[in-house]
């Protein structure tokens, strides 16, 4: 049997609570307002005059720029000469044809995105420890990393080489297409080029010439050219982080690269006419349906983009003001719920690593203190384990100019009591504003056809104390089926594996029209609540008129959640499935308890209280083998299934409370 996250759906258990200060939003009333755009406000006839010409554009200190290097703070500058010199000593990995292809062959992606990565991350360590020290070093390695990757037929990744004409397997270097890794190494070695270019040349004036012959034939020139790129979203209405990520580093190239001026400007128009699709896909919440993880380039890749044209053009192409652009960048704090964890709906994991600095400075871009303070509380306990900065190259030379003012702001964690993201159907709440003690809650309406889509309409979960009580189990490694037509036979993107109910044996279906109905969301000062009808996030086979779920904090106190059903028949399996990373006791008819990991930071333990007429539980425990899932919860799982007797009736109602 498979489980699914308890559905999101409550009926209003408390009459009285309806006369105080709330919110009350049918998701069918909200209109998304008037998009922002960057082609409207700036148009490609003024774009030439508003860019700073090629070769004056001047964002960050070239290694030549001895002062601004020397002036970093001696811990920065060691941490980072240590990673160039750890990378001075090794061999570079290969890539072989046979490598390439298993993923065609076997479906395996990582044993060849492994040494790729590595000889990207390498070849960036090289490039900051040499602006960093300025000795010369570290160049004859460097100059080894670029002619390297200068000589790979490909700079796109085996998972997605499908794109060209000659589909999966090898790549034909007559057709370059531009996915995301090889607009990442565009970027990077556009970066590469502006730093050391000099020093480069020192070695052989033919490298920076092979640099920007394969930039333009691999990049520049197929993105000009083209517009059948899907995530250039000119042909598709399939829109997600691919768009932001893949022309922040076309842009990155075009801006440093590109010295025709008539082409820099082409591009440049052509790459907001793209974002202006990316930004129109999102609704006014600017909520991300891909989760916080994506967020990182999704709407922090937006960001990259708006801080590159803004810096290109002397400040004059801003966005910042626009309601919608801020939104986007309010999310990220909107999804959190405690030091690494955050709200893990779709491919997410439950723990994410944010791009600390990026998010200080999106914040103070829009002006956002949460924003600001939760980025500069992330990089605070960052700098405690290492005082070096990530991210890619781009983002580490915009945080090591930015080193000092994050060192000193004011971080905390902004824990905002209550979430509506009404576009995307999410809502999140806590029992204190600024604290992770208590209960916290989120939950989720939508469609089963978001970008990075798990069958988890009305999925729920629940924390306590800032520690994972129910939970999303989040996503496994990327193989091939995970994104195919096998991607719903893998169980993270079960509903049957979310806090969900299994109607009649029958689990939620993928497709647009699979969603939630008759959305409804209220808050107040004791109270926060969704309600949704998830009937038709199921298939006509489960045989389900209406199922209404209701997930209600009360704050300080529980969280109640009420199941409410009409069924057209009984047959097969009927049951809800809660998965948990703690302990779990049957200890008695009518309560589960929740015991906390003896390896989690702050122990407790939570009652779940269920209708014992109703409902008998089981468990399974589900052994953790893939090292993405192990690396959030462990060695395992449990999945709780409450399950309904065969004769239950055709119309019931269920109802959960979760105490301390």
């Known amino acids: 049997m498979r489980s699914l996250l308890l559905n999101m759906k409550i009926q209003v258990l408390f009459p009285l609570f309806l006369g105080l200060c709330f919110s009350f939003t049918p998701l069918a009333a909200q209109k998304q307002g008037e998009k922002s755009s960057l082609s409207a406000k700036y148009q490609s006839e003024t774009l030439r005059g508003t860019l700073v010409q090629h070769g004056q554009w001047h964002p960050f200190a070239t290694a030549a720029e001895r002062e601004f290097w020397n002036a970093l703070p001696e811990n920065t500058r060691r941490a980072h000469i240590e990673q160039g010199e750890q990378a001075l000593g090794k061999e570079w990995p290969a890539l072989p044809a046979a490598l390439y292809l298993e993923f065609a062959r076997i479906g395996n992606r990582s044993n060849y995105e492994g040494p790729y990565f590595v000889r990207r991350n390498r070849l960036a360590d090289l490039v900051l420890a040499e602006c960093i020290e300025g000795q010369g070093r570290f160049v004859d390695q460097i100059v080894n990393g670029l002619w390297m990757i200068l000589e790979e037929t490909s700079w796109v990744i085996p998972a997605h080489i499908g794109a060209q004409k000659a589909g999966s397997g090898l790549p034909d270097p007559e057709e370059p297409v531009v996915d995301l890794f090889s607009a990442e190494t565009v970027g990077l070695l556009a970066w590469t080029l502006y730093l050391v270019g000099p020093q480069l040349d020192q070695v052989s004036p033919l490298i920076c010439k092979r640099i920007l012959n394969e930039a333009h034939a691999r990049v520049l020139v197929p993105c000009l050219e083209r517009d059948d790129f899907w995530w250039m979203s000119f042909t598709t209405d399939h829109i997600n982080n691919w768009n932001p990520w893949c022309n922040s580093n076309w842009l990155t190239a075009a801006l440093l690269l590109e010295d025709d001026a008539g082409k820099r400007t082409s591009a440049v128009a052509k790459i907001m006419r793209s974002l202006d699709r990316f930004i129109g896909s999102y609704l006014s919440d600017g909520g991300c349906d891909e989760g916080p993880s994506y967020w990182g380039v999704a709407g922090a890749s937006l960001f990259d983009c708006l801080e590159l044209l803004r810096s290109a053009s002397g400040g004059k192409i801003d966005l910042y003001s626009e309601p919608l652009i801020q939104n986007i960048g309010r999310y990220i704090y909107r999804a959190h719920i405690n030091e690494r964890y955050f709200i893990d709906f779709a491919d997410a994991p439950a723990k994410v690593s944010i791009a600390d600095d990026l998010v200080y400075r999106y914040g103070k871009r829009i002006g956002d203190k949460n924003m600001m303070a939760l980025g500069a509380y992330a990089a605070h306990r960052r700098m405690e384990r290492s005082p070096a900065v990530s991210g890619s190259l781009g983002r580490k030379l ?82 091939r089926k995970t994104f195919s037509d096998q991607r719903y036979e893998i169980w993270t993107m079960q509903s049957a594996y979310h806090n969900l109910p299994t109607i009649n044996g029958v689990m939620q279906k993928d497709g647009r029209e699979y969603a939630a109905k008759d959305v409804k969301y209220q808050s107040g000062g004791f109270f926060a609540e969704l309600s949704l009808d998830i009937s038709g996030a199921y298939p006509e086979a489960a045989g389900v008129k209406k199922w209404t779920r209701t997930v209600r904090l009360l704050r300080g106190k529980e969280v109640r959640v009420v199941e409410s059903y009409s069924l ?93």
């Open 398 to 479: 915009a945080a090591l100019t930015n080193l000092g003012e994050l060192a000193a702001a004011r971080g905390f964690q902004p824990m905002v009591r209550d979430v509506w993201l009404d576009g995307i159907q999410v809502m999140a709440a806590r029992s204190v504003e600024g604290s992770p003690q208590g209960l916290y809650v989120a939950a989720k309406g939508g469609h089963n056809a978001e970008s990075h889509n798990h069958n988890d309409v009305g999925n729920f979960i629940v924390y306590f104390n800032g520690q994972p009580a129910l939970i999303d189990a989040g996503v496994g490694t990327y193989t």
């Open 568 to 660: 057209e028949k009984r047959e097969g399996d009927l049951y809800l499935s809660l998965m948990t990373p703690c302990t779990v006791n049957l200890d008695k008819r009518g309560q589960i308890t929740l015991k906390e990991a003896a390896d989690r930071e702050q122990p407790f333990s939570l009652r779940i209280l269920y209708d014992m007429d109703k409902l008998e539980p089981e468990l399974e425990k589900m052994v953790l083998d893939d090292p993405r899932l192990k690396s959030a919860w462990g060695d395992s799982l449990t999945r709780i299934v409450l399950r309904a007797a065969k004769n239950a009736p055709l119309r019931d109602t269920w109802a959960l409370r979760l105490v301390q």
